[in-house]
């Protein structure tokens, strides 16, 4: 006996069926809006001067601290799975108060770099360009009486850019939070002939609970206080838009929201008002947090990881920063088959 609800649905069943759509796994496929690829990837690698093996960070299962002379294999991976930058991070053998060992040409970065370059020519490398693994104080500039000094840490950040240009970088990634370091770099680097190198301005960034396991990594917590009069407040969201406005107009390739998964709104506004291409970088703490439940049982960690990535590129991001890369690549390329 069919109810008398269903004899009145019945007499108007519904005008649109999108349904229809999503019938069949080739009619998903054939209509799927956003198609995450490798190619969307750009993936971190961490650098350690002091290391002869590599060796697993505990709070990112899966992700090492690399010893220098010993990139190869990790690049060879990069370049099989097709993935077509990296984006590199050093620790330093000593840290100083003025983080001399950032802009050395012999530091661990410019020579990560010369090794990666060596190894795969075609593969674009990206530096991030700060001086908090390398300070004593674990801050972003140079401190005075407690405080961090913008315009005297331009100086610094422009010399570690150029020393990254120098040894080969095809991009450099200012991550500082200083007002001006854009326009700063840019005119270091033309006025030594490095106008080819890009760079990609981690402009709208936030001071976040989710950098966490990068710090553990990086070894970067700051001694005393905090980044909160640098890095931006979590709440705003026009002051992000004016972030990456002024970098912009101070010369920027490339702009980037960081992190992603909270800020997947500063993304979209991002990618409206600017044109640009658009980087976000899905950071330690979201990594971290997928493994670990997926670890416990508690979620399926290819299934999270792939739907938080593609939010990414959804919201509108054109590279994804991700310590997911090889793996989701290697997903992907299996999902194919
Ligand atoms: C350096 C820097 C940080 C990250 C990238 N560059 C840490 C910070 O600002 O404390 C975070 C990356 C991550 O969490 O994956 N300024």
Redesign the pocket.
Known sequence: MKSELYEISKRAPPLHRLRRLRKSESLRLLLKETRLSSLDFMY?IFVDERLSEPEEISSMPGICRHPLGRLNDEISQVIALQIPAVLL?GLPMRKDARGSEAYASEGVVQRAVREVKKAAPQLTVAT?V?L??YTDHGH?GVVHNGNVDNDESLELLSRTAISHAEAGADMVGP??MMDGQVGAIRRALDERGLDDTLIMS?SA?FASG??G???EA?E?APMWGD?HSY?MGFPNRREAMREIEFDVKEGADIVMV?PALSYLDIIRDARTQFRLPLAA?N???EYSMIKAAGLKGWLDEKRAALEVLTAIKRAGASIIIS?FAKEAARWLKEAQQ
């Open positions: 971190p991070f991030d700060c908090c693994q972003c991550s500082a981690y960034k989710f950098y396991p990068f710090r990086a970067s980044r890095q960081k970088y950071v330690s703490g310590y």
